[in-house]
């Protein structure tokens, strides 16, 4: 008889913690229903797609209250020496919220959208779906290649997304983004190569224990892994010199599906970005931590900069500053990672998770006002007051939550915490960098801010309708109650994450 392979079969069976993967579990298995639900739907019946998706980003958000509710840390997927591949923990949890929450938003814009432009119905709400199943599964992935293949789920469906769009922009976009996103990917995986090849694991924890006693010869090669593995993740985040897909993605992309990537896509890469080098990179600490501090402040600078230029007659002018500013913003998100290195542990991570939740309400917000207008340049904002007071009253509000300045109290509190950890950490130079950049970046929100207040010709007053009119009370009420109770975010700097 042919010995088995391992000594003891009955280690590799093992129990699943259903509860612990459920959020990202239930929002793929609405995406199979959807798809499914879409072969019998008929014409006008697969509007009920839209409420389908709905539900089921709704119950993937329901199940992380057990989660939340819970005492301690959750893993599954173990190996016999204690390596887990998936974990849910304080830090992957508030990741999937912004995410998975990031996603619902998205669904509620797109509602209207889908059916205004005469998108495939099926197709568009199995997308998103499967994207945010992804983005959902990615900060609870604790080896390389859950990792990948996390990233890989949140970003193939948003390459089809782009192309749904059916004017020749969204073709367009959809190529730069993909050819962009593919050779990032590779880069990537040749690193993720060369680290398991220096270290023997694959699993994020024993690669830190493993490259502390690796081998002088295998150093060089590890540290070569190391940096080609964060190009992948700085990507995602849209950080300088990967950023040049952003403007003309959101161009093309359907408004909702530029919002839910500058959101959820940039969540995806700064999970990704913080795990590998928080726990698994953490002997190079003061390497990467040097790295990120350089990237954070070419990024917002670059982002700040572009942002300056846009003008206000251009089409599209509306979503593209606001895809510059995502990109500034992407700035101010890495500065508590690079503090990380420097401090030498995972505390001022906090700061960022705390600044993503923030920018994530108050970005898509933004988004949804555009969408729910209809307007392209930011010309077309001139007066928005006179027409519709109160689609104009919440993007002046979110617009001051992105700068900073009361009422968007909560805005203010999470550029606070990011600067807090920036100098706590002694990088009083990016500090200051941020400071100016914060000051620039005042200018293009207040000039936006003011038009939507100024005389304009006379115009008819615009209806907005209802699954838009719901999406902005419901991001408006979310950035005002944290406004009034900023608590409820920030406090996750105070604690631990991981």
């Known amino acids: 008889m042919t010995p088995l392979a391992v000594a003891d079969p009955g280690t590799l069976v093992q129990s699943v913690d259903w509860v612990a993967i459920a959020p990202p579990l239930v929002a793929a298995l609405a995406g199979l229903v959807v798809l499914v639900a879409d072969l019998f739907l008929k014409g006008s019946q697969k509007k009920a797609l839209s409420w389908l998706a709905i539900g089921g980003l709704t119950a993937a958000l329901a199940a992380l209250l057990p989660l939340a509710l819970g005492s301690g840390t959750r893993s599954t997927f173990c190996l016999a020496d204690g390596g887990c591949s998936y974990t849910a923990d304080h830090f992957a949890l508030a990741f999937q919220l ?16 889908v059916d205004k432009d005469g998108l495939p119905a099926g197709e568009y709400w199995f997308l998103l779906l499967s994207s945010a199943a992804g983005a959902a599964l990615l900060p609870a992935a604790r080896d390389l290649a859950t990792l990948i293949v996390a990233l890989e789920v949140a970003s193939l469906p948003a390459f089809a997304l782009v192309a749904l769009r059916r004017d020749g922009r969204g073709a367009e976009a959809a190529l730069k983004f993909f050819l962009s996103s593919v050779t990032a990917t590779a880069v990537m995986l040749l690193g993720v190569s060369f680290v398991y090849a220096a270290t023997g ?15 002088g010869q ?20 849209a950080a300088v010199p990967f950023h040049f897909w952003v403007p003309d993605t959101y161009v093309g992309a359907p408004v909702p599906v530029a919002g839910y990537l500058s959101v959820v896509g940039k969540a995806a890469g700064l999970a990704g970005l913080a795990l590998v080098t928080t726990v698994a990179f953490r002997p190079y600490g003061h390497t990467w931590g040097l790295v990120l501090a350089v990237l954070a402040a070419v990024t917002m600078t670059a982002g700040n900069v572009a942002a300056l230029r846009q003008r206000a007659a251009a089409p599209n002018g509306a979503v593209r500053l606001l895809a510059w500013s995502s990109v500034s913003q992407a700035g101010y998100l890495l500065v508590p990672l690079a503090a990380a290195g420097y401090a030498g542990d995972d505390h001022p991570v906090g700061a960022t998770v705390a600044y993503a939740l923030v920018y994530g309400v108050v970005n898509l917000g933004a988004f949804a006002v555009v969408a729910a207008t209809g307007h392209s340049r930011l010309d077309d904002f001139q007066g928005l007051f006179a027409r519709n007071r109160w689609a104009a009253l919440a993007l002046a509000f979110f617009l001051l939550c992105l700068a900073g300045l009361p009422p968007g109290v909560v805005g203010l509190f999470g550029k606070v915490v990011v600067f807090r950890a920036a100098v706590d950490a002694g990088l ?8 100016v950049n914060v000051v620039v970046a005042l200018y293009y929100y207040l000039t936006w801010t003011a038009k939507l207040f100024a005389t304009a010709p006379e115009a008819p007053r615009t209806r907005i309708p209802g699954p838009l009119t719901a999406t902005l009370a419901l991001t408006a009420s979310v950035a005002a109650v ?16 991981f």
């Open 428 to 435: 009083g130079w990016l500090a200051v960098v941020m400071a």
């Open 201 to 215: 694991t694959l699993h994020l924890s024993a690669i830190a224990e493993a490259l502390t006693t690796a081998p």
């Open 98 to 113: 912004l995410a998975l929450g990031g996603a619902l938003i998205a669904a509620l814009l797109s509602a209207h959208t």
């Open 218 to 237: 295998l150093k060089h090669l590890a540290e070569a892994g190391a940096v080609l593995t964060l190009v992948g993740f700085a990507f995602k985040t």
């Open 482 to 497: 944290l406004s009034v109770a900023p608590q409820l975010v920030l406090q996750v700097v105070s604690g631990t994450l």
